[in-house]
T-cell receptor
Framework: GQNIDQPTEMTATEGAIVQINCTYQTSGFNGLFWYQQHAGEAPTFLSYNVLDGLEEKGRFSSFLSRSKGYSYLLLKELQMKDSASYLCAVPFISGGSYIPTFGRGTSLIVHP | NAGVTQTPKFQVLKTGQSMTLQCAQDMNHEYMSWYRQDPGMGLRLIHYSVGAGITDQGEVPNGYNVSRSTTEDFPLRLLSAAPSQTSVYFC????????????FGSGTRLTVV
């Protein structure tokens, strides 16, 4: 089974950098997803890490350490529109396919 | 390209009523899933499908049925609605590789009174 843990809430200042951590325990690792979800909207895909290391996409970066069961999402140059919930998800395998299991999400509040 | 389309967006049911939440995708995705989202609980998997004719139970399947007669459609049926099923429901789909992540529908906000 999967066990995913991330902080419930974080606050940060506009223009700053914030790191959202995710730890996981899984019976078989098949990558890790990060999603962003604004209030009242559907989640949207941010990143997928399957190998160790840092992957950068503009202001957002995602890091993975498979040996430590640990990932983080790094948001730089924070903007007010980055206020949202950030969901960490780890797929489990069913019949050869990968079905994401989600953590409870981290609510990020960006203030001026 | 519409992506994942869910209907209805809002629904109020009385306890004991049944209904079907519709989900359709036009991306030729093999994988489709239904999640419910409750405050403080994150997204919990109800049922999923890895292709037409194949479905399986997720974490919270009780009270729900699904079928996958075509690649495009994956309806979720509530058999006898209960107040505990008040939630926001999301349908999502993914290609077989999964590397692009799941594409979510806009959600259905269901209230059972």
């Amino acid at each position: 089974g999967q066990n995913i843990d991330q902080p419930t809430e974080m606050t940060a200042t506009e223009g700053a950098i914030v790191q959202i951590n995710c730890t996981y325990q899984t019976s078989g690792f098949n990558g890790l997803f990060w999603y962003q979800q604004h209030a009242g909207e559907a989640p949207t895909f941010l990143s997928y890490n399957v190998l160790d290391g840092l992957e950068e996409k503009g202001r957002f970066s995602s890091f993975l350490s498979r040996s430590k069961g640990y990932s983080y999402l790094l948001l730089k140059e924070l903007q007010m529109k980055d206020s949202a919930s950030y969901l960490c998800a780890v797929p489990f395998i069913s019949g050869g396919s990968y079905i994401p299991t989600f953590g409870r999400g981290t609510s990020l509040i960006v203030h001026p | 390209n519409a992506g994942v389309t869910q209907t209805p967006k809002f629904q109020v049911l009385k306890t004991g009523q049944s209904m079907t939440l519709q989900c359709a995708q036009d991306m030729n995705h093999e994988y489709m899933s239904w999640y419910r989202q409750d405050p403080g609980m994150g997204l919990r998997l109800i049922h999923y499908s890895v292709g037409a004719g194949i479905t399986d139970q997720g974490e919270v399947p009780n009270g729900y049925n699904v079928s996958r007669s075509t690649t495009e459609d994956f309806p979720l049926r509530l058999l006898s609605a209960a107040p505990s099923q008040t939630s926001v429901y999301f349908c999502a789909s993914s290609s077989e590789s999964g590397a692009e992540g799941y594409t979510f529908g806009s959600g259905t906000r269901l209230t059972v009174v």
